[in-house]
C-alpha cells in the first residue's frame, strides 16, 4: 500500500469517528469528579492514575479512581503533601479499597514516588511543569523522559507520557504551543490498528521497540497532512476496540 492510500484509509477512519460511527460517546476518562478545568486537584486527578494505566482496563481504572476521589476516607491519596506524609500501609490501603492499584506494593511505590516528585521537584504543583517547559510538548516530553526519567516511573513510558499530555490538554485549562508535536500513544490497540493501516507490519510489533517504531512510522506518515499523529490517535483506539467492526 503506498502513503497516499494509507492516508486515504486515514481520513475515512478519522471521519467516522468524527461521524460518531466508532463510539467514544464516553471515554475512559470522562469518569471524573468535574472538579475546575484549571485548579490543582483537577491536574492531580488526570495525572497519578496515569501511571497505573498499564495493561488494563481503561474505563476500570477510571472507575476506580473516581470512586477513590469521592469517598472522604480515600480522597486524601491525591493530595501529594497528604501522600508523601502518610505511612505506606495507609496509602495502599486506600489505593486498594476501589482497586485503583492492583498490583498493591508495586502501585503504591509508583504512586508515592510521584507524589514526591511533584512535591520536591515542582514545589506541591504539577501544574509548574508547564510554566517551567513554557507548554511545549516537546520540552515536557523531554523533562519526563530524558532529564527527570526515574522522578516520573511509568509516566515517562513512550505510551503513557504522549497520552497524558493528550489528557491533559483535553480535561484542563492548558493549551500547548505545539499540539501538533504530541505523537500517537501506541498502546496495544493503537498498534493494532496501525498494522490493519499498514504503518507497522506484524514483524514490527513483535520488536522491543515496536512502540517507537509505530511513533515514529505515524509522524511520517502525516507530516505534511492536515491532520496530527494526536488527532488519530483516538480513531485508532476506538477501531481496534471494536474489532474493526467498521470497514475502511
Same mark, same amino acid.
Given at each position: 500500500?503506498?502513503?497516499?492510500?494509507?492516508?486515504?484509509?486515514?481520513?475515512?477512519l478519522?471521519?467516522?469517528?468524527?461521524?460518531g460511527?466508532?463510539?467514544?460517546?464516553?471515554?475512559?476518562?470522562?469518569?471524573?469528579?468535574?472538579?475546575?478545568?484549571?485548579?490543582?486537584?483537577?491536574?492531580?486527578?488526570?495525572?497519578?492514575?496515569?501511571?497505573? @494505566?498499564?495493561?488494563?482496563?481503561?474505563?476500570?481504572?477510571?472507575?476506580?479512581?473516581?470512586?477513590t476521589?469521592?469517598?472522604?476516607?480515600?480522597?486524601?491519596?491525591?493530595?501529594?503533601?497528604?501522600?508523601?506524609?502518610?505511612?505506606?500501609?495507609?496509602?495502599?490501603?486506600?489505593?486498594?479499597k476501589?482497586?485503583?492499584?492492583?498490583?498493591?506494593?508495586?502501585?503504591? @511505590?509508583?504512586?508515592?514516588?510521584?507524589?514526591?516528585?511533584?512535591?520536591?521537584?515542582?514545589?506541591?504543583?504539577?501544574? @509548574?511543569?508547564?510554566?517551567?517547559? @513554557?507548554?511545549?510538548?516537546?520540552?515536557?516530553?523531554?523533562f519526563?523522559?530524558?532529564? =527527570?526519567?526515574?522522578?516520573?516511573?511509568?509516566?515517562?513510558?513512550?505510551?503513557?507520557?504522549?497520552? *497524558?499530555?493528550?489528557?491533559?490538554?483535553?480535561?484542563?485549562?492548558?493549551?500547548?504551543?505545539?499540539?501538533?508535536?504530541?505523537?500517537?500513544?501506541?498502546?496495544? =490497540?493503537?498498534?493494532?490498528?496501525?498494522?490493519?493501516?499498514?504503518?507497522?507490519?506484524?514483524?514490527?510489533?513483535?520488536?522491543?521497540?515496536?512502540?517507537?517504531?509505530?511513533?515514529?512510522? *505515524?509522524n511520517?506518515?502525516?507530516?505534511?497532512?492536515?491532520?496530527?499523529?494526536?488527532?488519530?490517535h483516538?480513531?485508532? *483506539?476506538? *477501531?481496534s476496540?471494536?474489532n474493526?467492526?467498521?470497514?475502511?
Open positions: 500500500m503506498t502513503n497516499d492510500q494509507k492516508l486515504e484509509k486515514v481520513n475515512k478519522y471521519k467516522l469517528y468524527i461521524s460511527k466508532l463510539g467514544g460517546d464516553f471515554m475512559p476518562e470522562d469518569e471524573n469528579p468535574e472538579l475546575p478545568k484549571s485548579s490543582k486537584e483537577n491536574f492531580n486527578y488526570f495525572t497519578l492514575p496515569m501511571a497505573l @494505566n498499564y495493561q488494563r482496563n481503561s474505563y476500570k481504572l477510571w472507575e476506580s479512581a473516581k470512586k476521589y469521592l469517598d472522604t476516607e480515600t480522597n486524601f491519596v491525591f493530595d501529594t503533601s497528604k501522600v508523601i506524609n502518610s505511612d505506606f500501609e495507609k496509602v495502599q490501603q486506600a489505593l486498594v476501589y482497586r485503583l492499584a492492583l498490583q498493591k506494593d508495586k502501585q503504591t @511505590n509508583i504512586w508515592i514516588t510521584l507524589c514526591k516528585t511533584i512535591e520536591t521537584l515542582l514545589n506541591g504543583d504539577i501544574r @509548574n511543569i508547564f510554566s517551567i517547559c @513554557n507548554n511545549d510538548v516537546n520540552k515536557i516530553r523531554n519526563i523522559q530524558k532529564e =527527570h526519567k526515574k522522578d516520573f516511573p511509568y509516566l515517562s513510558g513512550n505510551k503513557i507520557c504522549n497520552y *497524558w499530555m493528550f489528557v491533559i490538554y483535553q480535561y484542563t485549562n492548558i493549551k500547548y504551543i505545539n499540539k501538533q508535536d504530541l505523537t500517537v500513544a501506541p498502546d496495544t =490497540h493503537v498498534l493494532k490498528s496501525s498494522i490493519k493501516l499498514e504503518v507497522i507490519s506484524k514483524e514490527d510489533y513483535e520488536k522491543s521497540n515496536a512502540q517507537i517504531i509505530c511513533i515514529n512510522n *505515524w511520517k506518515l502525516l507530516k505534511d497532512s492536515p491532520l496530527s499523529p494526536i488527532d488519530i483516538t480513531p485508532l *483506539w476506538l *477501531w476496540r471494536s474493526f467492526k467498521e470497514e475502511i
